[in-house]
């Protein structure tokens, strides 16, 4: 299961990027993953919530955009989805297409939680959430380390 390596680096991408903005926890994470990427969202998912505990980002909420796989024929310059399993020639044509999208895998959006750390940070609000209360504010993805916003997988 990659997913628990790519939950892993995020988190520390993001840990780092909160440390550096001086913020204790982290509100809200926002990750597009292209269909074509190889990683199972619900998977990613659980290894998020694992990998998150005892971190700023526990409790965080995780919100995650599929980018839809599309390609272009460079003959017929028809572009359509890709499907999954992608079908990567063109239909009309025959011709090999080029992938325009859905193999994404990046951190898009955190957000940041100033309100300070109380006894009761880890207790559920009514939708569930943990620890994810008060003034929150965005940091943009750029400010995350290693390469722009690009978290690594094989």
Do not use: Y
Not at 85 to 114: F, H, K, M, N, Y
Request: net charge negative; hydrophobic share 40%; charged share 25%.
């Amino acid at each position: 299961m990659h997913e628990l390596s790519i939950a892993v680096a995020a988190i520390s991408q993001i840990e780092e990027a909160a440390e550096r903005h001086g913020a204790d926890r982290v509100a809200v994470v926002r990750l597009r993953i292209g269909e074509l990427s190889g990683v199972v969202p619900e998977a990613l998912r659980f290894s998020f919530g694992i990998a998150a505990e005892a971190t700023r980002l526990a409790g965080a909420r995780l919100e995650i955009e599929t980018v839809e796989g599309r390609a272009r024929c460079p003959v017929c310059g028809r572009e359509a989805p890709t499907g999954v399993p992608p079908a990567l020639w063109c239909a009309p044509c025959g011709a090999a297409r080029d992938v325009l999208s859905g193999r994404e895998l990046e951190i898009a959006r955190v957000e940041l939680d100033d309100t300070p750390v109380s006894e009761d940070a880890g207790a559920s609000d009514a939708t569930g959430a943990t620890g994810v209360t008060g003034a929150t504010r965005k940091v943009n993805p750029a400010d995350l380390t290693r390469k722009a916003n690009h978290v690594p997988h094989r």
